[in-house]
């Protein structure tokens, strides 16, 4: 048996003869008070083993009972993904043994997820495609293990082993997509427009802080491929250890890349479990699926059915905050935006921050100017995404302001940036302490302006002769006799004025 | 032997009420009772002494402070080690929680603190509640007082035999498949199974989630009854407990009272595999009843023959994963953890060590019938069958108003007769399963002693959901109607352990 032959294909070259089809699992930690089954506090980075009780150590004779305020989580997530909302469901036990798993049983759901058959439109490019959701279900988290000697951090190998069972019992709803397919050589690209929207549209559902670098937002990304204009679907993996956004896209690439080597070479995918490295960007193989446990599921005796009430599941919809596509139709009319320019920002995840900026008094060119421009090549620069740059759009918004009143220019509102980045304070304080403000003092202009012209006579004479683009040299020796402080269009302006 | 361990928990209640006695004196003479007799019974796998007298002294001081206490303040009790106890080990019978103390109490244990009874401590089981005659304990079995060579029945046998020994007035069993009727009956004295979801399951280590169901062991009826009542009611830490009053078991048992009362006698239960002297006494006791009023008829219950095997499909597959918990990774027994095995071996070689054959035997059972390819004929029918059962209960109940049966098949067997035929082990619970799997009530009560071996035969009233005053009133009036015959409770033939 052939299974892992072959070498990677460059991408490009794997799209000319495959076709891929994808699929997400997504887990969500709840930011419930309490835990899944017990009433233990759910604080991230708490000292390991504070938060925990009989119940969520899995301790003999111990029972859970269901926190309501998950259910109602769930049912808020599967209303905004456009799910039915089951009227009975049950939880199920799935059995395995781990030393995370307090009870090597996880109450999970099986065949009766709380919320089926939904749908997310997902930008992506200039347009979106709808990707079907199979299902959305709720169980507990395990512990965490912290695997201690041994080269790889993960069990085998390991020295020994650390089990931290404060996350166990935490809720973490389950997010599964119908399978993707059509999207040829957008696949990558749109498993990560899939997860940032499913972020951004949970996030405002006010249910989960969803930060994958935390751990609250968890991804295994599902690849297969088959030849083109075959009509069939090859076979899966399963990829996890896909932490962040940019690991989603990066995953799904190099899955298409190592599948269309081992099809190319003649060889025969194997539906497993694969590992995704950060650092190379490629994928090993962990368990293979055809030997794979059983769960042996069944439904969880010590609970009883969930039945959410009609009207409780009314309640929640009516309750909705506006989804993320609706705003951004919204916004796009508000702000007189193209397809296309709407489209640039989603892609920068630069919406909220816009919109924020506007809300703190800003136009929205100005705002979509600064956070595109300047902002976006600092992120860029620093690998970092916008929304974590150490500048609020109330900031930008004053920003945008000192330059509309003449205060800054676009030079010196760059300087201002990249000191409140720096954390030199905000953007006033900045202003004053660097003495960073466009000098209008007409008089000092004027004989900046006549010392130019003077040190200048060829070029002066060419404007004299209606030439006015030629003032360049001159507008830039102002400028540098001024520091840089003035206000470039009123130079040119005087400049003008002068030689007329 | 003292007065005081021949008292009921009634006459105790009174007594103490009354000053006439105290706590600790009723205390001290248990443990005397118990150091004199449980070399031989083995009713107890860990005694309180200390802690039980420590409880009495302050029960006394809050009486003679003038605190207002239930009527079980001050009366000693057994119990069951499957219950968690803070301050006193929980093994469930088995090696693999030896020496674990739990850092909890259960619902029930905290109920039974609360109400004022003396823990005495913790009694012997079938391990982790799966057996019928405690020979599956890891420590040994305990013996039945009626006959020390005989089994006491299971898997409760530890509490039944103590109260039966005289070494409590009182204790609390788990019943699964018939683990409190079953002993109940074959030591002659009453053991009810309480509905399900009525007594709370939080703080026992589970067996079968679906069926464990804690209730009361007492000499009399009217002892049951205030047990059952002190230990039961709504418990918002286990989501299966029921959310309504306790049915009225005490006055019923007081009440004692089956005139008009529509009892059936189960067809299913009785013929071929039962022992001639235990269905005589139960013919008997029928007629008894129906001299005291009660309008008996017979009512087929066609689905109860599928029980045994519904249940030995149901009850492993839960305990299979109920048990997966026991691993060595935070709690109990850890076996060749030597700084070189992996975690997956650690735990193989503690559970290969730590659970006992019979406790193999079911979680094998269980995992293959939850197995993929497996789930829908072995549990998913299994499941269907418990709906039959259900459905019988429920025409039958539309009928009569409790239906009876023998508790047990035959009287307590020969220690070793049955261990090694799983089989004819699980006969021993073949009249008590049904009201299991449908989660109704229902309680043994003594009705004689089967002429071939002298030993005593329980009579079986089952109930339904919640109507758990009715078991006590039809038992409280057999009880009555018969000490009456015999001119003293059956307890007192035994030929006693002095």
């Known amino acids: 048996m052939t299974t892992s032959m072959g070498t990677l294909v460059p991408f490009a070259e794997a799209m000319e003869r495959y076709e891929p089809v994808i699929g997400l699992e997504t887990h969500v930690e709840l930011g419930t008070r309490t835990k899944m089954f017990c009433g233990c506090a759910t604080t991230f980075g708490a000292e390991p083993n504070s938060q925990v009780c009989p119940v969520c150590l899995g301790l003999p004779g111990s029972l859970p009972v269901i926190n309501r305020m998950a259910i109602e989580y769930t049912i808020r997530i599967g209303l905004a993904l456009n799910c039915t909302i089951a009227s009975w469901c049950r939880f199920a036990r799935k059995n395995y043994f781990y030393p995370d798993m307090p009870k090597n049983f996880q109450i999970s759901q099986y065949d009766e997820p709380l919320c089926t058959d939904g749908w997310l439109d997902v930008p992506t490019g200039d347009s979106a495609i709808r990707v079907g959701i199979e299902r959305v279900h709720l169980e507990e988290d395990t512990g965490k293990s912290l695997h201690v000697g041994g080269a790889t951090g993960r069990i085998h190998g390991a020295e020994y082993s650390l089990v931290d069972y404060n996350r166990a019992g935490i809720p973490l709803v389950e997010i599964v997509t119908k399978p993707v397919e059509g999207t040829g050589a957008a696949a990558p690209e749109v498993a990560r427009a899939y997860v940032t929207e499913l972020r951004g549209l949970v996030r405002g559902l006010g249910v989960s802080d969803v930060r994958m670098e935390e751990g609250s937002l968890r991804c295994d990304v599902n690849t297969s491929l088959a030849p083109r204009g075959s009509g069939r679907w090859g076979t899966r993996t399963e990829t996890k250890n896909v932490n962040s956004l940019r690991s989603v896209e990066r995953a799904v690439r190099s899955e298409i890349e190592r599948q269309a080597g081992v099809l190319d070479a003649g060889g025969r995918v194997v539906q497993e479990t694969r590992h995704f490295h950060e650092d190379s960007g490629t994928t090993t193989a962990g368990r293979s699926k055809e030997e794979a446990q059983d769960y042996r599921y069944f439904p969880e005796p010590d609970l009883v059915p969930v039945a959410p009430d009609a009207g409780w599941v009314e309640q929640i919809r009516a309750a909705l905050p506006e989804a993320p596509s609706a705003r951004r139709a919204r916004l796009q009319a508000e702000w007189g935006l193209s397809d296309l320019d709407l489209a640039s920002l989603s892609n920068a995840g630069a919406i909220d921050l816009v919109a924020e900026t506007v809300a703190a008094g800003a136009s929205p060119s100005d705002a979509r100017k600064w956070w595109l421009g300047e902002l976006a090549r600092n992120a860029n620069d620093a690998g970092a995404e916008l929304a974590s740059l150490a500048i609020t759009p109330a900031q930008v918004a004053r920003i945008a302001d000192l330059v509309a009143a003449g205060t800054l220019n676009d030079r010196l509102a760059r300087d201002v940036i990249d000191a409140v980045l720096a954390g030199e304070g905000d953007p006033d304080d900045v202003v004053t302490a660097r003495g960073l403000a466009v000098v209008s003092d007409e008089g000092a202009l004027a004989t900046a302006v006549d010392e130019a012209i003077a040190a200048h006579p060829d070029v002066a004479a060419r404007v004299r002769q209606g030439k006015v683009a030629a003032a360049g040299p001159l507008v830039g020796a102002v400028m540098k006799a001024t520091g840089g402080k003035a206000d470039a269009a009123r130079v040119r302006e005087l400049i003008l004025d002068r030689l007329s | ?149 005989r089994v006491p029945g299971g898997s409760s046998g530890g509490s039944a035999a103590a109260v039966a020994a005289y070494e409590a007035p009182l204790a609390i069993g788990t019943d699964t498949g018939g683990s409190i009727r079953q002993p109940a009956a074959v030591c002659g004295i009453v053991g009810t199974k309480p509905t399900y979801g009525g007594s709370s399951r939080y703080g026992v280590v589970a067996f079968a989630s679906s069926l464990d169901t804690p209730g009361p062991f007492g000499r009399t009826v009217l002892d049951a009854a205030l047990l059952h009542e002190a230990m039961s009611g709504y418990d918002p830490m286990d989501s299966t407990s029921i959310d309504a009053p306790v049915p009225p078991v005490v006055a019923a048992a007081r009440q004692a009272d089956v005139s008009g009362m529509r009892i059936g006698v189960v067809t299913e239960l009785s013929g071929a595999g039962y022992q001639p002297g235990v269905l005589s006494r139960f013919a008997e006791a029928v007629e008894l009843l129906e001299s005291l009023g009660a309008k008996v008829t017979e009512v087929s219950c066609p689905h109860f023959s599928y029980a045994l095997p519904a249940y030995y499909l149901i009850a492993p597959s839960e305990c299979s994963s109920n048990l997966a918990r026991f691993d ?171």
């Open chain 2, 1 to 149: 032997m003292t007065e005081l361990t021949r008292m009921t928990a009634a006459e105790l209640s009174a007594a103490l009420a009354a000053g006439e006695v105290s706590a600790a004196e009723v205390t001290l003479a248990h443990l005397d009772r118990i150091a004199a007799v449980d070399s031989r019974v083995h009713a107890f796998l860990h005694v309180a002494a200390d802690r039980a007298l420590a409880a009495a002294e302050d029960i006394d001081k809050r009486r003679r402070a003038g605190e207002p206490l239930g009527p079980l303040a001050g009366v000693p009790i057994a119990v069951k080690d499957v219950f968690t106890t803070v301050g006193l080990p929980t093994t469930c019978g088995s090696r693999i929680l030896e020496g674990w103390h739990p850092p909890y109490d259960a619902t029930i244990t905290a109920r039974l603190k609360q109400a004022g009874t003396i823990i005495l401590g913790k009694t012997n089981m079938d391990e982790f509640a799966m057996g019928s005659s405690t020979e599956n304990s890891a420590f040994g079995p305990s013996r039945n007082p009626w006959d020390l060579s």
């Open chain 2, 328 to 498: 060595a990774m935070r709690y109990g027994l850890r076996v060749g953890d030597d700084g070189v095995r992996d975690a997956e071996e650690v735990m193989a070689l503690t559970r290969e060590r730590g659970f006992g054959a019979e406790v193999k035997r079911r979680i094998i059972l269980g995992t293959y019938a939850l197995s993929s390819g497996y789930y829908d004929a072995y549990y998913g029918k299994a499941q269907q069958v418990r709906t039959l059962i259900i459905q019988d209960f429920d025409a039958a109940f539309g009928q009569v108003d409790v239906l009876v049966s023998p508790a047990t098949p035959t009287t307590a067997f020969p220690i070793g007769e049955r261990a090694d035929d799983p089989m004819a082990m699980y006969l021993a619970d073949l009249c008590t399963i049904p009201s299991d799997l449908a989660g109704n009530a229902a309680i043994s009560v003594p009705c004689g002693r089967a002429p071939e071996d002298g030993l005593p035969v329980g009579l079986h009233v089952m109930a339904p959901a919640l109507a758990d005053d009715r078991l006590y009133r039809v038992a409280a009036a057999a009880e009555a109607a018969l000490a009456g015959q015999w001119g003293h409770p059956l307890l007192a033939e035994a030929k006693g352990l002095d």
